[in-house]
Every structure is written in structure tokens, then in C-alpha cells.
């Protein structure tokens, strides 16, 4: 079972408190805020003393519906504890499967943790002694698009979240395979992992399937990292035809790295260019906006209380501040934020309680 239209809008008529609480996304209501289970450093012992399944639990029986993760996050560690959120919100008759968009992502190699002593021993055995992927495919000993290894991630991934199907895949992070593949290559890797998500759509293991990033759609056009949104949906066509599945983009939007917004880089077929979020709205994809709070560096010194006052919402903290610049810019669906603490996101739920920012306000904060 994935998200549907009815379960979705469902859990949205239940908890709405204003109408911009949820935006309608391929038919699906989805929090305009959602929770996900990123943590740095997963080397260290610290990031496994910590569990985000009380937190995720918390955002879904309170309003948060959009829940996002990696099977590469704390070597599968967030994986499982999101599945574990899940069902026991189910259990609990706090949700639904059918009312939860549930995201989650493949490209880079998934050690499982405790993880093992030695890595490169367990790319050999795990990944190419079994057969799922060249050396050549293995991009600095860490990412891959192969299809096989792609499909086995997924795989993974569904056994991590105990879940039949999942509502969007994103291809992670493929600008890492540039500076070891040119792009033409990398566009032909693509199109093989396009391919498999769209196999994976018709046989009901995906809804939808997406990119999320970290530098690829902001760099300038000759930075090795930059990739242009209109050849990923014309390989898109390509693959699926009109009615491909290819329908998210992820990409960092917070106060401090705001160039999805307000950076002009990416050229569309009718010869202009677009920012990042004007051209993905323009070729049908639904952006996510990522890292919204910036890890909380961007709370190392105070609010601007100029900024807080032109985002109204009457606020009582940065963090809520900072949550409601990523979701009101238009174009964005939904904006993340990671958090292990319950008491954390249920301050960022009254978020939800607040109409986005009006156009004016928010260009106003970029001089427009």
C-alpha cells in the first residue's frame, strides 16, 4: 500500500487548522513541512545513541504526514527507525498507511551498521562479488546508479521500513558521480536508473520517483557538479513517456543558502533561464526543499528581527522562523527538518497553524 489521494487528503481534513497546512501534490496532500531522519558524522558512536523514532511517531500523530530518509542515513540506522514510527503510529490508530507520503533514497552504498571494519572488503563481497555493480560503477568507493545495485537498495529499503511500497524514490545525490564520469556518461546512467524506478512504479513498488541533491541544480554551468533539470525530464520522457513518474526534486533551501529561489541557472527549451524552483515547477516537478534549518547553523547568532517581521506568523522561536522561510517560497511543496526531540517538532507543528508569508513580504526579503 502506498499514499492515496483519499488517505491522503483524509489525514489532512483531520488535522488542518488553515489551508496552507497541506499543499496537493500529484493529488496527494502533503504537510507543508516534513520531518526527516538525516544526522551527520555516522562513523561516530554518538550518531547511533540517539533514535529518531519518537520524534517521527510525534510528527505523524500530530500533523506531520511527509516523512523522509535514506537507507544510506546512519547506515540503514533511520530506515528502521522510521519504520518502526510508522508502525506504531498504525498500530496506535494515530495513521494510516494510505494517509503518509513516505520518501527515501538510493545511489549511495549502504553499510549496515555495526558497520564493518573494513569497507572496502565489504564493497568486494556485498556489491561486487555479488554481481550488482562494477568497480567502474562505484563512484569514490561510496555512490552507485547501476540498476542491479539500485534495485537491491530498494529492496533494502522496503525490508529497513517494513513498508510494501514506498511513495517516492530519489535518486541521491547523482552530481557525485561527476569528476569520475563525464556528464554524458553520467546522463546514461541516469537513464538506466530512470528506467528501473519506472519498471519499479508499474510493478507498485514506488509511486513516484525523484532527484534530491545537495549541489547539482544551484552550481553555475560550468562547475563539474551542475546538472540541468530539463535533460533529467527528457530522459524522463524517454523512459516513461508523458506520464512518467518522475515528479520530485530535492533540493537545500534555507536563510542561508537561498539559490534555488534567487538564483538564475537553468535553461529551459524556450531559450531563457530559470531559478532552480521556476524551472522544476515549469517541467511539472514538485520541489522539496532540504536542510531548512542548516543542520542549525543558522542559529549561531540572533534572528533578524526585520526578517521575522516581513515572514509574520507571530513566532516564538528562530527555528519556527526558518521553517516558515523554506515552506512559503512558492514553488515549494514541502520543506524538511530533522529533529530526535518530540518537544522540538511539536514547537515546529505550529507552523502549520500559520498562513505562508504573502508574495510581497517574502520577495521583499530578497529586495524584489
Known amino acids: 500500500m502506498k499514499a492515496t489521494s483519499e488517505g491522503a487528503k483524509r489525514y489532512a481534513a483531520r488535522h488542518a487548522k488553515q489551508k496552507e497546512a497541506y499543499s496537493i501534490v500529484e493529488d496527494l496532500a502533503i504537510s507543508s513541512i516534513g520531518i526527516g531522519s ?3 558524522e555516522p562513523y561516530w558512536e554518538e550518531a547511533y545513541k540517539f533514535s529518531y523514532e519518537e520524534a517521527i ?3 505523524i500523530a500530530n500533523g506531520i504526514n511527509h516523512i523522509d530518509t535514506a537507507i544510506n542515513y546512519r547506515f540503514r540506522q533511520s530506515e528502521r527507525e522510521v519504520g518502526a514510527a510508522i508502525k506504531r503510529a498504525i498500530d496506535s490508530g494515530a495513521a494510516k498507511r494510505d494517509e503518509l507520503f513516505v520518501a527515501t533514497k538510493a545511489g549511495f552504498l549502504p553499510l549496515n551498521y555495526p558497520f564493518p571494519q573494513n569497507p572496502y572488503e565489504w564493497i568486494e563481497s556485498e556489491i561486487v562479488k555479488t554481481g550488482l555493480a562494477t568497480k567502474d560503477e562505484i563512484a569514490c568507493d561510496q555512490h552507485c546508479l547501476a540498476p542491479k545495485f539500485l534495485e537491491r537498495s530498494l529492496e533494502w529499503s522496503l525490508e529497513n521500513l517494513g513498508l510494501e ?14 569528476g569520475y564520469a563525464n556528464y554524458a556518461t553520467l546522463l546514461e546512467r541516469i537513464e538506466a536508473a530512470f528506467a528501473l524506478f ?3 512504479a508499474a510493478a507498485g513498488k514506488i509511486g513516484f520517483y525523484g532527484v534530491a541533491s545537495w549541489n547539482a541544480f544551484l552550481w553555475e554551468e560550468n562547475h563539474v557538479e551542475y546538472i540541468r533539470l530539463n535533460d533529467l525530464v527528457k530522459i524522463a520522457r524517454k523512459v516513461g513517456g508523458e506520464k512518467h513518474r518522475f515528479k520530485f526534486v530535492q533540493l537545500p533551501f534555507n536563510l542561508a543558502k537561498p539559490h534555488a529561489y534567487n538564483y538564475v541557472n537553468q535553461p529551459l527549451d524556450d531559450g531563457l533561464y530559470y531559478t532552480p524552483i521556476q524551472a522544476a515547477a515549469r517541467l511539472g516537478l514538485n520541489a522539496i526543499a532540504s536542510s531548512s534549518l542548516l543542520r542549525m547553523a543558522l542559529f549561531k547568532r540572533p534572528f533578524s528581527p526585520k526578517a521575522a517581521a516581513a515572514l509574520g506568523g507571530g513566532f516564538g522561536s528562530a527555528v519556527q522562523y526558518a521553517l516558515q522561510f523554506a515552506r512559503s517560497a512558492r514553488g515549494v511543496k514541502s520543506a524538511l527538518f530533522s529533529s530526535t526531540n518530540a518537544a522540538h517538532v511539536l514547537e515546529n507543528l505550529l507552523v502549520l497553524e500559520a498562513e505562508k508569508t504573502a508574495v510581497k513580504d517574502y520577495n521583499a526579503l530578497f529586495g524584489l
Open 38 to 40: 538525516y544526522a551527520p
Open 57 to 59: 511517531f510525534t510528527a
Open 165 to 178: 511500497a514506498i511513495d517516492c524514490l530519489y535518486l541521491h545525490n547523482p552530481e557525485t558521480q561527476l
Open 198 to 200: 519506472e519498471s519499479a
